[in-house]
Antibody, heavy 121, light 110 residues
């Protein structure tokens, strides 16, 4: 069964850091680009960042550029999101999502269940 | 920020056909593939349509997608109570170098 399981969410103060992880199983991880997508409470979906199959290409939403870093470890079938300088507006449910192809800009098919990040003093 | 515009709500009675529009621009829908997602309350989004009109295996053919110019549409025919959910379109935007999601449409089955 194809599965993505996020972890690492929690409560953090403004200015703090968190590292999210996404464990992939049931498919050949390094055949696919990956993305992080977030959803603030009661709001719509917002793409955060994407990475291609080998980590050689990445992109970020303007709202997180310079603060967040996406990475992957294909040997561990894992995707990561390092979040620094967190702000209250980063509070959201963060989803890990698989791309449709080697790159991440053709769409996303499989999604995890999400991990919650709360930024509050 | 959302750059794709969807109507906030749509509704229909069981068996009816409902269409949701998604309006974008030449840098997103006009030049890249559109996907559609269904999100039930408290659940992760589910892919309904990719590459404008392709359906993943397991998605009923009641769901169909189309694209014309810088707009796309999702049609749900034979509306059922379990179709009550939020629906989002999404496309890559070449100008932003990122995905842009639609504003979302809440479908209600009357």
């Amino acid at each position: 069964e194809v599965q993505l399981v996020e972890s690492g969410g929690g409560v953090v103060r403004p200015g703090g850091s968190l590292r999210l992880s996404c464990a992939a199983s049931g498919f050949t991880f390094d055949d696919y680009g990956m993305s992080w997508v977030r959803q603030a409470p009661g709001k719509g979906l917002e793409w955060v960042s994407g990475i291609n199959w080998n980590g050689g290409s990445t992109d970020y939403a303007d709202s997180v550029k310079g603060r967040f870093t996406i990475s992957r470890d294909n040997a561990k079938n894992s995707l990561y999101l390092q979040m620094n300088s967190l702000r209250p507006e980063d509070t959201a449910l963060y989803y890990c999502a698989r791309g449709l192809e080697f790159d991440y800009y053709y769409g996303m098919d499989v999604w995890g269940q999400g991990t919650t990040v709360t930024v509050s003093s | 920020q959302s750059v794709l515009t969807q109507p906030p709500s749509a509704s229909g009675t069981p068996g009816q056909r409902v269409t949701i529009s998604c309006s974008g621009s030449s840098s997103n829908i006009g030049s890249n593939y559109v996907c559609w997602y269904q999100q039930l309350p408290g659940v992760a989004p589910k892919l309904l349509i990719y590459r404008h009109y392709q359906r993943p295996s397991g998605v009923p053919d009641r769901f169909s997608g189309s694209k014309s110019g810088t707009s796309a549409s999702l049609a749900i025919s034979g509306l059922r109570s379990e179709d009550e959910a939020d629906y989002y379109c999404v496309a890559w935007d070449d100008s932003l170098s990122g995905y842009v999601f639609g504003t979302g449409t809440k479908v209600t089955v009357l």
